[in-house]
């Protein structure tokens, strides 16, 4: 199974400190070896990393470590293939448009029997069932509300049926963001942990290395490695918080987990 990692914040915030943690299970403290990727979302832009190599060997992993783009959602993925060959265009996450924005999707887990039509302009590149997915997700999206994107609670609502109906398919963990909202559904294991004022220090589970966020943050900002509630994230965005959501846990700290199938959000449209 691949790893995620996911960050929702009120203020762009860079997501350096977890990613080190993060890509040492690229083949060093784990055996997700198959590729890995990122994706930042820079008002309508996404800036987009992936590479076939391993996450601890990248030269590009290396340069997301050193250098802090900051931004309200991101969304990165380290890769143990079950389905399809190591090769780029199989690297998660996928970007694809969808009602003139962006949409970015990761997975973990592996679909059986999954086999959708495409009937639109939503098409696999590679052969993951990942991606077909994710095509599958927008093609039906856009079946549903035409060329106008709808409110959130309608899109929440829709999302949530549609994943559901993959997920019956086999494990289906999955991120999935448009920069304005981020949507995670969990078939097995996600965890969040939130970070807001007062900080504290915290220490990454993979690498030897810790931060004292309340020497680098202010009042105003906050975090929230998230997996499991919308509504209470929803909440606290209000108050600052900076967010997550990872597969296992990224730092040394309690995280909540995301209870088995169900479809998280967090956002404002």
């Not at 590729?35 to 309508?44: N, T």
């Not at 199989?90 to 003139?100: K, Q, S, T, Y």
């Amino acid at each position: 199974m691949c790893q995620l990692l996911a960050m929702n914040c009120n203020v762009p915030t860079d997501i350096v400190f977890s990613f080190t943690g993060f890509a040492q299970r690229g083949g060093r403290t784990d055996t997700h070896h198959d590729g890995w990727g990122i994706a930042f979302f820079e008002g309508a832009g996404v800036r987009h990393f992936v590479d076939y190599e391993a996450a601890v060997a990248s030269p590009i992993a290396e340069l997301i470590k050193r250098y802090p783009i900051k931004s309200l959602n991101v969304i990165a993925h380290i890769r143990k293939a079950t389905q399809g060959r190591v090769a780029l265009e199989n690297c998660h996450p996928f970007v694809r448009e969808l009602w003139g924005r962006y949409w970015v999707f990761a997975h973990n887990g592996d679909l059986k029997d999954f086999h959708p039509v495409f009937d639109g302009p939503y098409r696999p590149v590679g052969n993951t069932d990942s991606e077909q997915a994710f095509c599958f997700l927008l093609q039906e999206l856009r079946r549903r509300f035409g060329d106008t994107a709808p409110g959130m609670a309608p899109l929440r609502a829709a999302i949530a049926e549609l994943v559901a109906g993959i997920a019956a398919h086999g494990t289906f963990n999955m991120m999935l963001s448009d920069g304005t909202a981020l949507f995670a559904h969990c078939s097995t294991k996600l965890c969040y942990v939130i970070r807001q004022y007062p900080f504290e220090t915290a220490r990454l589970t993979d690498e030897d290395l810790s931060v004292d966020f309340s020497q680098v943050t202010t009042p105003n900002d906050g975090a929230a490695d998230h997996e499991r509630a919308l509504d209470r994230l929803r909440a606290r965005r209000a108050e600052g918080v900076r967010g997550w959501i990872a597969a296992l846990r990224v730092t040394r700290r309690d995280y909540s987990a995301i209870s088995y199938g169900h479809c998280m959000s967090d956002g404002v449209k």
